[in-house]
């Protein structure tokens, strides 16, 4: 082949990819869609706000969100929460990939966690682990 040959070759290739990628819309990043920060704060303090209420009612409650399969641990962790403690537990239903929605579970537990601190030990978690390990 010519050099000439070469260069049209070329030439039409380079105006072809040209033409093709003008053509197209703009890529996407590849990788997980970016979050909004501003709607993660916002769900976080609407969770926090919930848990403020429900203490202000007299309730205790831990959230759980996505639901996730119990060990028998798990289970045990949970009746001795109530049975000791008197918190309940919600599995909170919706879209797993929602990351509002983990962030209004973490704002409420992150407001309860502490409270149960305050009432029961900093270390109130960890015992009735143990404890469901020993039963």
Request: include cysteine; charge should be neutral; aromatic fraction near 6%.
């Amino acid at each position: 082949m010519g050099s000439t040959t070469r260069s049209s070759i070329a030439l039409v290739v380079c105006t072809g990819t040209l033409l093709l990628l003008a053509g197209c819309p703009a890529q996407r990043a590849v990788g997980p869609p970016k979050v909004d920060e501003s709607a993660l704060a916002a769900a976080r303090t609407k969770g926090k706000e919930a848990a403020e209420q429900d203490l202000k009612n007299g309730i205790l409650k831990q959230k759980e969100f996505p639901p996730l399969p119990y060990s028998l641990q798990q289970m045990k962790f949970i009746k001795l929460l109530k049975s000791e403690c008197g918190v309940e537990w919600e599995v909170v239903h919706g879209p797993h990939e929602s990351k509002e929605l983990r962030a209004e579970v973490d704002g409420y537990n992150a407001v309860m966690a502490g409270e149960l601190r305050n009432r029961f030990g900093l270390d109130i978690f960890e015992r009735l682990y143990q404890k469901a390990e020993e039963k």
